[in-house]
């Protein structure tokens, strides 16, 4: 499993995971769509995905 640094970040993965955009997690968590793509950036880097094409949402699903 992935250390995640906040329980914001553990939330936005679960819902990228469960195939939420980031302006509906940004409504569903109060947060603003550059909010929610911070946390998408930084996941993606801490989980090594470096090139655009790879999709975090796979990645995800797949750590189950």
């Given at each position: 499993s992935i250390l995640l640094s906040s329980a914001k970040a553990r939330q936005v993965a679960n819902m990228i995971r469960s195939g939420k955009t980031s302006?509906?997690?940004?409504?569903?968590?109060?947060?603003?769509?550059?909010?929610?793509?911070?946390?998408?950036?930084?996941?993606?880097?801490?989980?090594?995905?470096?090139?655009?094409?790879e999709d975090l949402r796979t990645f995800l699903l797949s750590m189950q």
């Amino acid at each position: 499993s992935i250390l995640l640094s906040s329980a914001k970040a553990r939330q936005v993965a679960n819902m990228i995971r469960s195939g939420k955009t980031s302006k509906e997690i940004a409504d569903l968590l109060f947060l603003s769509v550059s909010g929610v793509d911070f946390h998408r950036k930084k996941l993606r880097k801490k989980l090594g995905l470096t090139h655009s094409k790879e999709d975090l949402r796979t990645f995800l699903l797949s750590m189950q």
